[in-house]
């Protein structure tokens, strides 16, 4: 929630405080004198306009006394915005994010963005309400909808089964017998009295087994011709019939059969023991033990084997996901980053709407909840501005760019103790080269150039500044005394007067009476001890004497000075653990954001710095004043630095570029 205000000392006699942000309603505007609201005692003037308004008090507020008029913070997207412009035209929600408003008893109103649905997944806050296909749904997940259970309910109330009928009240037992595959107790004692004589004697040790392969094969065991054969196959000793064991106990244990005398003894000791068809093995004395001996698993130690595979046994996950109705956590973790990327650039857009809303309001530092606002309306919000200059007009802080004047040492009049002048020799150049920096424009002492020289690199007029003085000459005037065609020539410089660089493009041609401006030179940003205007071709016509030459230069090279700026501190709340910064940034020339420029952000109050990676939102966007801007984000994360609460930012600039700093957002997160 943002809020926007506006703060004054009382004086005792006024009585009429404007403010500058636009409200739809004299209940948006909340009046503190000394922090107390105040709930009469006054008008608000300018409600539903864009320009804001005012508030007449009918008393002027006692001398001394602090008048805050506070916007109440509602910051929304509404019919009642459109119609009178306020953000609707600036904030919109994109694919994934949505925007909603909620306001308190108060009338204070809450912006909240918040991810939405992408790509067709399903919302948690959805409860399964955004289900396309429901019923597919249900088939999916083998459920009954509730009309479906409530029919089944209702059609079946005559059917229930009473626990005190013992199933005395099915409507046919004997199909109840069927769906649960038992028999009744007549065909039981019909089965028993049938097979009375086909029950296996425990004194005939299994000798009266109708069929005994089929025993073997149901017991799972080989015979003796079997096991014989088996062997011979694997190249054991049939003829042995394993006599050649050492240890016959232990194979017993390793094959997991009893012995004769074992087998003789369990019969023996179980002929009370044995177990009754009806019983349907009801009659086990050991179910844990007969499990083991039978090789299965109770439900419970299957459920509890199975319970820790966490689906990890399934075949075919993304069948199962599709089945469930679920995303992988690859498809959530690209859904995850795609909302976070837009509510990044829904961030952004909030910045640079509130950076240029105060800057148009002419607001200044502004606090926000985690975070602040500066368009350097004043230097309320700098902490140190170092060697950066502050420009009031423009309301940005920047490195001065290099400045080059007529002006400065060497640049007009009498220059002839600094500067010496040499013709070159063997031309035909008549008078003393001094006469062109002695600061006299009028006379004609100066060298005289006659009509008809033919124009080549041996002539040329050299300027040297002397040892170890060096300057940037950025342009040149040359003053002569009528018209005159001087041919073609080039600027050239040299730090020793031997080797030379050329400078800009060649120049000449017909040259009026008077001051005439070279700007050729407008390109170098280079500074030389020797300048010399040497020619390159053409024909002299005119007869004419060159007076003086006067420059625009600057000592050293021209390069803007690299910067730092600090703002002052801000208290978070509690120590955060990321930051970012939203900044708007008009680059003078070229640069590479992050390499010409660093921005910083610390939480101990400028002890432990952390650099933002810096990314470029937008360029060339429009932001009051008439400036053209880019827009840079950064991101900062505090892992591993001194905790703090003491927020401050840092701007840098590097390789003596210049740049000009509009505004920033810094906010954290807690």
Do not use: C
């Not at 006024?14 to 500058?20: A, E, I, M």
């Not at 059969?257 to 086990?284: C, E, H, P, R, Y």
């Not at 499990?291 to 299965?296: E, H, I, M, S």
């Not at 400045?403 to 013709?423: M, P, Q």
Request: aromatic share 8%; glycine share 8%.
């Amino acid at each position: 929630m943002m809020t926007i205000h506006h703060v004054y000392g009382a004086n005792g006699a006024v009585t009429l405080f404007p403010f500058s942000f636009a409200v739809d309603a004299a209940s948006d505007v909340e009046v503190l004198i000394d922090a107390i609201e105040q709930t009469s005692g006054f008008v608000v003037r300018g409600a539903g306009s864009n320009d804001g308004g005012s508030v007449l008090f009918d008393a002027a507020p006692a001398n001394g006394a602090i008048v805050t008029l506070r916007h109440r913070g509602r910051i929304s997207v509404s019919a009642l915005d459109s119609a009178n412009g306020h953000l609707s035209d600036k904030l919109a929600a994109g694919a994934g994010v949505s925007l909603s408003v909620a306001a308190d008893a108060d009338g204070r109103q809450t912006l909240t963005i918040a991810a939405s649905a992408v790509d067709g997944a399903l919302q948690a806050e959805q409860n399964l309400a955004d289900l396309t296909d429901k019923a597919a749904a249900r088939d999916t997940l083998g459920v009954f909808s509730t009309t479906q259970v409530t029919d089944a309910i209702t059609a079946s109330a005559a059917l229930d089964l009473k626990k005190a009928s013992n199933l005395s009240d099915l409507a046919s037992v004997e199909q109840g017998r069927i769906n649960l595959g038992v028999s009744s107790t007549t065909q039981v004692n019909d089965a028993i009295a049938a097979s009375a004589a086909l029950d296996v004697k425990k004194a005939q040790n299994l000798a009266d087994l109708a069929d005994k392969a089929m025993a073997r094969s149901n017991l799972d065991v080989y015979a003796k011709a079997e096991v014989y054969a088996k062997a011979e196959a694997d190249a054991a000793h049939a003829d042995r019939t394993l006599s050649n064991l050492t240890n016959a106990v232990a194979a017993r244990g390793n094959l997991g059969v009893f012995s004769s005398t074992q087998i003789t003894d369990a019969i023996a000791a179980s002929a009370a023991l044995d177990l009754k068809k009806a019983s349907n093995l009801a009659d086990l004395d050991d179910k844990a033990a007969a499990r083991a001996n039978l090789d299965v698993y109770a439900k419970g130690e299957y459920d509890t084997i199975y319970a820790d595979h966490t689906l990890s046994n399934l075949t075919d996950a993304a069948a199962a996901r599709t089945n469930l109705g679920v995303s992988s956590t690859t498809q959530v973790n690209d859904a995850i980053s795609g909302v976070a990327s837009q509510i990044d650039t829904l961030k952004t857009n909030l910045a640079m709407t509130i950076l240029r809303m105060i800057a148009n309001a002419g607001s200044s530092y502004m606090g926000m909840v985690d975070g602040w606002a500066d368009e350097f309306e004043d230097q309320t919000g700098i902490g140190s501005l170092g060697t950066a200059t502050y420009d009031a007009a423009g309301d940005y802080i920047y490195n001065p760019a290099p400045s080059a004047a007529y002006t400065n040492s060497g640049g007009t009049g009498d220059r002839t103790a600094s500067i010496t002048v040499s013709l070159s020799a063997g031309s035909n150049w008549t008078n003393a080269g001094a006469q062109l920096v002695n600061g006299d424009t009028t006379s004609l002492a100066g060298p005289f150039l006659p009509t008809g020289q033919v124009i080549s690199s041996s002539w040329y007029v050299q300027f040297y500044f002397g040892a170890g003085v060096s300057k940037t000459i950025t342009e040149a005037k040359l003053y002569v005394h009528g018209t005159e065609n001087i041919g073609t020539w080039k600027w050239r410089g040299s730090a020793d007067g031997v080797t030379w660089t050329d400078i800009g493009a060649t120049f000449g041609g017909s040259l009026s009476a008077g001051a005439n401006t070279l700007t050729t030179l407008s390109t170098n940003t280079l500074s030389y001890t020797y300048y010399r205007m040497e020619g390159v071709s053409g024909t002299a016509a005119g007869n004419n004497y060159w007076k003086e030459f006067e420059f625009k230069l600057d000592d050293g090279p021209l390069v803007s000075p690299n910067i730092t700026v600090t703002s002052i501190a801000k208290t978070a709340d509690a120590a955060p653990t990321q930051g970012r910064v939203t900044l708007v940034v008009d680059p003078q020339v070229a640069v590479t954001y992050g390499t010409d420029n660093r921005i910083r952000m610390s939480r101990d109050g400028g002890v432990t710095w952390v650099t933002g990676t810096m990314v470029t939102e937008a360029v060339n966007l429009d932001f009051p004043g008439g400036h053209t801007v880019d827009v840079v984000t950064a991101a900062f994360d505090f892992a591993g630095t001194p905790s703090g609460t003491s927020m401050q930012m840092e701007w840098s600039t590097f390789n003596n570029k210049h740049q000009l700093l509009h505004a920033w957002y810094p906010e954290w997160k807690i």
